[in-house]
């Protein structure tokens, strides 16, 4: 009696281990799939991140600020050839253009395939 009584026990234990195994294996996968939305939820937050500040950089470029570089010696003494400039774009939606001011525009001249920026004084307005 006492050997099927230690029989019975341990299908019992082997029970209780396969049980408590398979709750075990269903905690792990739904840690893992927990950890995988966690990481899926950090991609799409830094994806969003880059993105808007890449959409903040092009528009602050194409509306608030631009880097431009002198080209030649028509500029001088103001302006030297190479001489690098930080150009607000901001005014020109406010304001027009008056005598004296140092402009720059893009410049289909040249040899070169690419459209360049160039720097100008203006001198003369329209209809003068």
């Known amino acids: 009696m006492n050997s099927e009584h230690k029989e019975y026990s341990s299908d019992l234990e082997l029970e209780m281990n396969s049980g408590e195994q398979i709750r075990a294996d269903s905690d792990l996968a739904n840690a893992a799939g927990v950890k995988a939305k966690e990481q899926r939820k950090q991609f799409f937050y830094w994806l969003r991140f880059v993105l808007f500040w890449l959409i903040i950089g092009i528009l602050f ?34 304001g027009g ?4 001011d140092i402009v720059t525009c ?14 100008k004084r203006v001198i003369g307005l329209p209809g003068e």
């Open 61 to 94: 470029s194409q509306f608030v600020l631009q880097r431009n570089t002198v080209y030649g010696e028509s500029m001088v003494p103001t302006l030297y050839s190479l001489d690098e400039l930080l150009v607000e774009k901001v005014t020109r939606f406010f």
């Open 106 to 119: 893009r410049s289909h001249l040249g040899n070169s395939e690419q459209n360049t920026n160039i720097v």
């Open 97 to 100: 253009i008056s005598r004296g």
